[in-house]
């Protein structure tokens, strides 16, 4: 398990204006936004660690703001404004000076949080003689650096107990929609993240109904609490997050901790905690390898473009990366044999396209092929009759499984057979049906 902590945004799009002006965007290598912006706060004369001090916050202040998507959660189609009064004073063309320039360079992926928050800190300051705040005081820093403090010592001496993240890693993936609809049946750190927003948000409005399970599987449980969600903020109620209810709930859960705010409630470690790394690549084993390969599989195996390996394995293997590549080629992606979310997004919708346009020649009279959705407790339809029909075989000939009745709900006697099954042959016994477990399902129903 890892951390989704800050990635340091090689760019950053600022809006020239206040959120709501008509006014462009420009996107800016962030290293240099923050030198525009310190070079016009501060002075190059001022004290070494003063200058330190006012460059951190500066760049805890702007990951804030992008860590949490805080504008793209209010529907804008930018990280930050130029606007002082909203966020930090951006000059387009600014010159910067050499000195601040310096101390640019090696601060720039550093960040201030605050006791066991992940989040960045929302680092208020003002000038300190015009304008005073309950933030830093960037003419105060000056005072207390000549006092021989150090840029840590000023910081805590404003925000209290803070510390500073060193050497941040940088990256391009920082908004976290998945890039297509989360609805039941999806699977990933993302629906995890979904429900503890939503059980989050639920307290400040009791009529959501609480998601019990914080599993990466959206359940029936889960749309439930989705609709709810809809329903109150006037959005099409159809249990499906789309982008629009994507940030929506992140505006909501933003909201409701305060996280733009210097005493926000902030982001536990808990509530950032990954169960999938970020990016898939060589090497890496588990669950949602499998998935992959065999999403890899069914993909290349009707589209001759693709070159084909059989990758019956939970292993991320030099085949798997070859076939990645080709995929990310073909569609126009960065060829890096890594899968990150566009890569992911990607496959996942060629996937359901494939499934549509098989030739019904590889059908026999039960669909063999998994129906690209996790199926769990409570779902209905046509995918859980050939679940129960691939289970009802099993057990009519082995008595190896509970059992089921086909009715096409996937009732908590489906759910006994699948993990009976699952016990059985060493997959994780959670009574959810992915690629792995379907796979060997329709492997057991065909050898009885």
């Known amino acids: 398990m890892a951390i989704r902590t ?5 760019e950053i799009i600022v809006h020239l204006g206040a959120p709501d002006e008509a006014a462009r965007n420009i996107t800016v290598p962030f290293i240099e936004y923050i030198k525009n912006v310190a070079s016009g706060e501060i002075y190059p004369n001022w004290p070494l660690d003063a200058i330190k001090a006012n460059v951190l916050a500066q760049i805890s202040f702007a990951l804030n703001r992008v860590y949490n998507e805080w504008y793209p959660s209010k529907g804008y189609e930018f990280d930050i404004t130029n606007n002082p009064n909203y966020d930090q004073s951006f000059v387009e063309d600014r010159q910067f000076f050499e000195t601040i320039s310096h101390v640019v360079d090696n601060l720039f992926n550093d960040y201030i949080v605050k006791d066991d928050q992940v989040q960045p800190l929302f680092a208020m300051y ?5 304008v005073t705040c309950d933030g830093l ?25 803070v510390k500073i993240i060193y050497n941040a890693p940088t990256g391009d993936d920082i908004k976290t929609y998945p890039g297509f609809p989360v609805e039941l049946g999806t699977a990933g750190d993302f629906v995890r993240m979904l429900k503890i927003q939503l059980n989050r948000i639920g307290q400040n409005y009791p009529a959501i109904p609480i998601i019990t399970n914080e599993s990466p599987y959206f359940t029936v449980e889960t749309e439930k609490a989705v609709k709810k969600f809809q329903e109150i903020f006037d959005l099409e109620v159809n249990g499906i997050v789309d982008k629009a209810t994507w940030y929506k709930i992140k505006y909501l859960y933003n909201a409701v901790k305060k996280i733009s705010d210097l005493y926000s409630e902030g982001i536990s470690i808990d509530e950032a905690t990954l169960i999938f790394k970020r990016n898939l690549e060589l090497g890496d084993t588990g669950n949602y390898i499998y998935v992959l390969n065999y999403l890899l599989n069914v993909v290349s195996y009707f589209d001759s473009d693709l070159p084909f390996f059989d990758l019956k394995t939970p292993t991320f293997t030099e085949n798997t990366k070859q076939l990645v590549m080709a995929f990310q080629n ?33 059908f026999t009279s039960l669909n063999k092929f998994y129906p690209g959705r996790f199926l769990s407790e409570g779902m209905t339809g046509d995918d859980i009759i050939n679940l129960q029909n691939f289970l009802y075989i099993i057990c009519d000939k082995t008595k190896s499984i509970p059992g089921v009745i086909v009715n096409g709900i996937f009732d908590n006697l489906t759910e006994q057979s699948v993990k009976s099954i699952q016990k059985k042959y060493n997959f994780e016994e959670n009574g959810v049906v992915g690629p792995a477990t379907w796979q060997k399902i329709v492997e057991l129903s065909k050898e009885v």
Not at 126 to 130: E, H, N, P, Q, T
Not at 336 to 352: H, M
Request: with cysteine; net charge positive.
């Open 126 to 130: 003002c000038d300190g003689k015009k």
């Open 137 to 161: 005081s960037q003419w105060g820093t000056v005072t207390l650096a000549n006092q021989g403090l150090g840029p840590l010592e000023i910081l805590k001496h404003y925000y209290g107990n």
């Open 330 to 362: 073909k569609y126009g992606l960065p060829t890096t044999g890594v899968v990150n979310a566009s890569t992911w997004a990607a496959l996942k919708t060629d996937y359901i396209q494939t499934l549509k346009n098989i030739p019904r020649e590889y």
């Open 6 to 10: 800050p990635l340091i945004p090689t």
